[in-house]
Each structure stands twice: as C-alpha cells, then as structure tokens.
C-alpha cells in the first residue's frame, strides 16, 4: 500500500531532551516536507527537500533540523525542544515539485 | 509573501450545497489546492486548478479566477461524512522550493 508513516504518533517530553520523529514513504516520491498544525495558525512549513541531500528552510525552521541521506527517509530533529513546539506534526510527499502532496498520519507532540 | 483567506467556519444541512470560499495574493501564482482534514486526521488531496475555471469531480467542484486571485470550493448533496476542515493552499512559483502555503481552513459542520 502506498502511503506516508510517521513514528511516533505521540509523544510526550521534556524541554531539552533531544528527539526524533521519523518519515518514510514507499512511492519512491522525490519531494518531502514537514509541516506543523496550530490552531488558529494552520499548516506551515518548517523545512522541505527536493531530493537527496537536498533540503531549505520553509517557513518555520527556527528550532528545527532535517536530513535526507535516502529518498524514501525525512526525519524531523528537535536538538533542544521547547514547550513552544508543542504541536501536531504532519510530513508530506510529492512525486515531484508540482505534484499534490500525500500527508503522513501525524506526530502529536507535547513538550513540557 | 502570500496572504491566504477562507471563513473560518460555515454550517450546512445534510442534501444541500456549500461554497466555500478562499481569497489569495502571491507574487507568482502556479496553482491551487483544496484538502480535505478531518479531525485528528492527515489532509487528503481533493483538487487541483492551475487554469481558470471549473473542475469537477464528482460531488466536489473547485473553481479558479487568477484576475481575481479567487477560488471556491462547491460540496452538492452533502453527506454528514464531510463534516470535515477544507484547507485551501496556494503554490508561488516565487518561491525556490515551490512551496505550499495554507490557509487556516474552513470548518465544516454538517447537520441532520
């Protein structure tokens, strides 16, 4: 089945304590985003990649990192999380820049 | 930047039609989306117009004027599964990464 994972699908930490969400999606798409819903704010971009060791900033990205190292991967890295990204965290992937775009399950995320 | 528009929420009975609405401005337009996001669920992809005019898929329309920088979103014969979030996202070519920008979604509510 083609679809988008994301792991966890909750998660409650602590403020400093490193993570990591993970993104994978099957459909051997080049283009992935990450994405985070407020209420209120909607959905807005924290980073994206085009392709392999291709990754930019979206609108989001203070407090955030990225690395794509294979095309089906795109995980999230929050080196030092802060109540403030207290969110619920979609991933996304497209075939290609132009394409729509297939959203993970979501990762609801509280930090303390 | 891009500045992005839709009620935040409309109320419609079960049988009838709702239009819902979404006003954009972007220095470089190359398409819109509309998503569908039930409560606690990923957006689903519903359409897509890059030209002006009307696309229709089955009980869903979307229509597009560029001169206008406007869309709409036409449910017919509602079903109170499409009690639903519609999210309405616009493409800029201005941006490097083609990025998707979201409006903060419409709430649908659907009653008997």
């Known amino acids: 089945e083609a679809q988008v994972t994301q792991n966890p699908r909750y998660l409650i930490t602590v403020t400093g304590k490193k993570l990591t969400v993970t993104c994978s999606q099957n459909?051997?798409?080049?283009?992935m985003s990450w994405y985070r819903q407020d209420p209120g704010l909607g959905l807005r971009q924290i980073y994206y990649?085009?392709?392999?060791?291709?990754?930019d900033k979206g609108d989001v990205p203070e407090g955030y990192k990225v690395s794509r190292k294979e095309k089906r991967n795109f995980p999230l890295i929050l080196e030092s999380p802060s109540p403030n990204q207290t969110s619920l965290y979609f991933c996304a992937s497209s075939l290609a820049r132009y394409n729509e775009q297939f959203f993970g399950p979501g990762t609801r995320l509280t930090v303390l | 930047g891009q500045n992005i528009d839709q009620p935040t929420e409309m109320t419609a009975t079960e049988g009838a039609i709702v239009q819902i609405n979404c006003t954009y401005q972007?220095?470089?337009?190359?398409?819109l989306f509309w998503y569908q996001q039930h409560a606690g669920e990923a957006p689903t992809f519903l359409s897509y117009?890059?030209?002006?005019g009307l696309e229709e898929k089955g009980r869903f329309s979307s229509f597009l004027s560029r001169s206008k920088g406007y869309s709409y979103l036409l449910l017919k014969e509602l079903q109170m599964k499409d009690s639903a979030s519609y999210l309405c996202?616009?493409?800029?070519?201005?941006?490097?990464?083609?990025?998707?920008?979201f409006g903060g979604g419409t709430r649908l509510m659907v009653k008997p």
């Open positions: 996202a616009v493409r800029d070519e201005g941006n490097a990464g083609n990025m998707l920008t």
């Open positions: 117009n890059v030209l002006d």
């Open positions: 972007t220095s470089g337009f190359n398409g």
């Open positions: 990649s085009m392709n392999v060791e291709v990754t």
């Open positions: 459909m051997n798409h080049e283009y």
